[in-house]
């Protein structure tokens, strides 16, 4: 039976792309699903999570590092940071986050912020807690200990200024 190589090699594509991403490992950038972030105690706790999450299900997917953050991020965009006391106190001692994916961050954490206060939480938007990114956090008391942070799409997001895909920094 003859097949087109214009059929052939798309599908052939497709096919691949579809087993990396059945098992956890999309290898496109969409969709983005969004993020969800724990801040470990220290890089030698963070690699301790990141190995034993790594026997039990997610794998790394690459580091992404900033001056005031060390992230490792799954391929499932789990993300497990290690941070500066700076950019810790700047988000008020929170140690998770949820990540949500929108078109306007501070727009949406404004946004988000005023619907927490209509609905009697203290919520506060932080823009800047990390000024090479641009991520939009609420701290609120609705959720003790975690944040919402606003950000663009994968695609519109700037590289960090260290990007590796080592399995270790």
């Not at 501070?106 to 000024?131: K, Y």
């Not at 956090?137 to 609705?142: H, I, P």
């Amino acid at each position: 039976m003859y097949v087109p190589l214009w059929i052939l090699v798309p599908a052939v594509v497709f096919v691949l792309w579809a087993l990396f991403a059945v098992n956890g490992r999309n290898l496109l950038p969409f969709p983005d699903p969004g993020s969800r972030i724990f801040l470990a105690a220290s890089p030698a706790a963070q690699d301790a999570v990141v190995t034993l999450l790594e026997r039990h299900g997610p794998r790394q997917r690459y580091w992404g590092i900033t001056r005031g953050v060390r992230r490792a991020i799954l391929w499932d965009w789990t993300i497990v940071s290690s941070a500066t006391p700076e950019v810790r106190a700047r988000v008020h001692g929170a140690t998770s986050s949820i990540g949500l994916v929108v078109d306007d961050p501070h727009r949406r954490a404004e946004e988000a912020a005023t619907f927490l206060r209509d609905r009697g939480f203290a919520a506060t938007v932080v823009p800047d807690a990390e000024p090479e990114i641009p991520i939009c956090f609420v701290v609120t008391d609705a959720m003790p200990g975690t944040t919402l942070n606003f950000r663009r799409h994968a695609v519109r997001f700037p590289m960090p200024q260290r990007l590796s895909f080592e399995r270790r920094s």
